[in-house]
């Protein structure tokens, strides 16, 4: 393995994934925002990366894509997604979570991973408040904020 390896062969020699990889530009639409936080969301559980990414796919082309749209989903639709996806072995808790953390994101920010970030003076602070929805812990913030991390070298320059 060359030294001279670009980041893309380095997150995929770890098994890394990054928002560019699913054509994703965080910090420049809020719907990718939220695209890339649900796939983080997924990538945080204990299920192979694959069948995370697979699901999160069929989220996003069955329109499940937007807080609002979790939201207001039937849990027996997010659950039939989740199954369909290969998420058979928590696909109604997975589902719940979602409908919560939704909510939550709702009710806190207003549906907006952007607020959040922007009300956040600090990485620590912004990873403190992703915590506090449900269902996300730190392995879910930790794949979500490598994609943040460009927002807040920024306020320091």
Not at 36 to 61: C, E, R
Not at 129 to 153: C, D, S
Request: hydrophobic share 40%.
């Amino acid at each position: 393995m060359s030294y001279s390896m670009d980041m893309k062969q380095k997150r995929s020699a770890r098994k890394e994934h990054a928002a560019d990889d699913y054509g994703l530009d965080v910090l420049h639409s809020e719907d990718d925002l939220f695209r890339w936080f649900l796939l983080a969301f997924m990538l945080g559980k204990p299920i192979q990366s694959a069948v995370a990414a697979n699901t999160w796919q069929l989220f996003i082309d069955n329109g499940y894509d937007t807080p609002w749209a979790l939201r207001d989903a039937k849990q027996h639709t997010l659950s039939r997604l989740l199954v369909q996806g290969k998420y058979t072995r928590y696909n109604h808790v997975m589902a719940s979570a979602l409908h919560t953390m939704a909510e939550q994101l709702i009710s806190m920010y207003e549906g907006s991973l952007m607020i959040m970030l922007s009300v956040s003076e600090t990485e620590d602070e912004f990873a403190k408040r992703l915590k506090e929805l449900y269902g996300v812990g730190p392995k879910t913030a930790e794949i979500f904020m490598r994609e943040t991390e460009e927002f807040f070298a920024q306020r320091v320059e």
